[in-house]
């Protein structure tokens, strides 16, 4: 019986990249994003391989979440796999000086929104007594860095939801894998810097970041392992990379 996955901020990144390993894999997806012409052209490319359902709405508005999620048919709610992916940093500079529209999106987005999903979808995991939710967090949630401060604390809250969610569904046998990858190129520092390119470009200068693919790859591997394995948390670098913070550059 093939499985079935839901991801969200499917339209790009690493969302689309899994959405597209999966898909190799004939596991049946329900794609999420705001972007529903993305996720159109998305769910045309990955049709011929296996059956593709599209979800819109914002993960930050939880009356859209709840809609969404409750208008799946009884046989699409059995979701074998979550990836909690939607999320974004926005902006970067010293706390003194935030946002607090920006700090708004991160929680919202990265924190509020990735529980509101999930507890829509972990009472269905918990009926059935399996599931696999896989939360994409971040090096920043292990490690906070200079002018990352609320970036890195919602990914740090991804980090202790993993582990909270890790225990309190230990009785129903739902995996949970937090995925924390470093420099990865996407659309990610493009947001970051609303749209700053000379500013994005930077950030992966000197040196081979990693793609979504790469990240894509791993959660391939994790949610195909057997029954009784469980990725618990992985952290990902391009080899230039040793910490959130040490990058070895080439001029
Ligand atoms: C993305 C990685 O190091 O830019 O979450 O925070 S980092």
């Known amino acids: 019986m093939p499985k079935l996955a839901l991801i969200t901020g499917?339209?790009?990144?690493?969302?689309?990249?899994?959405?597209?390993?999966?898909a190799n894999l004939g596991i049946n997806l329900i794609l999420c994003g705001r972007r529903i012409e993305k996720l159109e052209s998305l769910k045309s490319s990955l049709s011929s391989k296996v059956t593709v359902q599209i979800l819109t709405f914002d993960?930050?508005?939880?009356?859209?979440?709840?809609?969404?999620?409750?208008?799946?048919?009884?046989?699409?709610?059995?979701i074998d796999i979550l990836v909690?992916?939607?999320?974004?940093?926005?902006g970067m500079g010293p706390i003194q000086d935030g946002s607090t529209d920006d700090w708004d999106a991160m929680i919202d987005g990265n924190v509020?929104?990735?529980l509101y999903v999930?507890?829509?979808?972990?009472?269905?995991?918990?009926?059935?007594?399996?599931?696999?939710?896989?939360?994409?967090?971040?090096?920043?949630?292990k490690s906070t860095y200079p002018n990352g401060n609320v970036y890195c604390a919602s990914k740090a809250a991804v980090e202790a939801i993993s582990e909270g969610m890790r225990l309190d569904l230990n009785p129903f046998g739902i995996k949970v894998t937090n995925v924390a990858p470093g420099a990865v190129e996407t659309e990610f520092s493009i947001v970051r810097f609303k749209g700053d390119e000379e500013k994005a470009d930077a950030i992966y200068k000197g040196f081979e970041p990693l793609k979504a693919e790469d990240i894509a790859e791993v959660i391939a591997f994790a949610v195909s392992?057997?029954?009784?394995?469980?990725?618990?948390?992985?952290?990902?670098?391009?080899v230039?990379?040793?910490?959130?913070?040490v990058i070895n550059r080439k001029a």
Do not use: C, Y
């Not at 499917?10 to 999966?22: L, N, P």
């Open 225 to 238: 392992r057997p029954a009784h394995v469980v990725m618990a948390d992985i952290t990902l670098f391009p």
């Open 84 to 90: 909690n992916n939607a999320g974004n940093a926005h």
């Open 10 to 22: 499917a339209s790009s990144g690493i969302g689309k990249a899994t959405a597209e390993a999966f």
């Open 59 to 78: 993960v930050r508005n939880k009356v859209q979440v709840e809609n969404a999620l409750n208008s799946l048919s009884d046989s699409e709610k059995n």
């Open 118 to 141: 999930s507890r829509v979808i972990m009472p269905w995991m918990k009926a059935r007594q399996q599931g696999h939710i896989v939360n994409l967090s971040s090096i920043a949630g």
């Open 240 to 245: 230039a990379q040793a910490s959130a913070t």
């Open 112 to 114: 509020k929104g990735l």
